[in-house]
């Protein structure tokens, strides 16, 4: 059986194009260490970070979160540096802010630590989430295909209006073609009677002076 390539094609574009950009990465950060990357970003677009911050426990050999440890997020717009996000945060759970311009933005993260001389090693994992303002909602992908059928069928509802504004408008326009040709021949036909008046007219002037003349004997 035969595959048809192309809708297949345009199904996984559909599904791609309903999908947020999502990517994730840890790091790590000692003491009052701040890491930060930049991210092109579109006009309104929403950009959501889910973050776990744990801290090194020396007794238990390994990264436990300490909930009195916590991390900072910091957004700047590049390279105007405009201040778009700034929170102190828990070591677990998310942020969000939205893009007011187009361009490229700083996204800065550290941990709230007691002071400069802090040891302390934190490992934060991120996963970061961006989409369009239009699209930031909580849907799964099940009511977001449901979503896309449903502005589908608004959109063939709208063509089908469209249509039939265009079939009223070629009727119309062809009522109103018939009607300035009609109007068009009885104006010519009206022209061409005034004319017939006027030469019969003067042909009949001109006999009646030819009579007077010649019974007056003047020719």
């Known amino acids: 059986m035969a595959i048809n390539t192309t809708r297949w094609s345009i199904a996984l574009l559909v599904l791609l194009s309903i999908l947020p950009s999502v990517f994730g990465l840890y790091f790590y950060l000692e003491g009052s260490e701040q890491k930060c990357f930049t991210e092109e970003l579109p006009k309104e677009t929403v950009v959501t970070g889910h ?59 550290y941990t709230s630590a007691s002071g400069w001389f802090d040891s302390s090693k934190t490992r934060v994992t991120l996963d970061m989430s961006i989409r ?23 959109l063939n509802h709208k063509v089908g209006d469209i249509r039939r504004d265009q079939a009223y408008l070629r009727d119309h326009e062809a009522e109103f073609r018939d009607k300035s040709e009609a109007t068009n021949g009885h104006t010519v036909t009206w022209t061409i009677v005034q004319l017939i008046v006027l030469a019969v007219t003067c042909a009949w002037q001109m006999r009646h002076l030819r009579v007077f003349f010649e019974a007056r004997k003047m020719i």
């Open 51 to 109: 973050y776990i911050a744990e801290e090194w426990n020396e007794e238990k050999q390994k990264f436990v979160v300490n909930k009195d440890h916590g991390i900072e997020v910091v957004v700047d717009e590049l390279p105007a540096g405009n201040r778009v996000y700034s929170q102190k945060l828990s070591p677990e759970g998310q942020f969000k802010f939205t893009s007011a311009d187009s361009g490229e933005h700083s996204i800065c993260i």
């Open 132 to 154: 369009d303002m239009l699209e930031d909602d909580d849907t799964s992908p099940e009511e977001s295909v449901n979503e896309l059928v449903r502005r589908v069928r608004e």
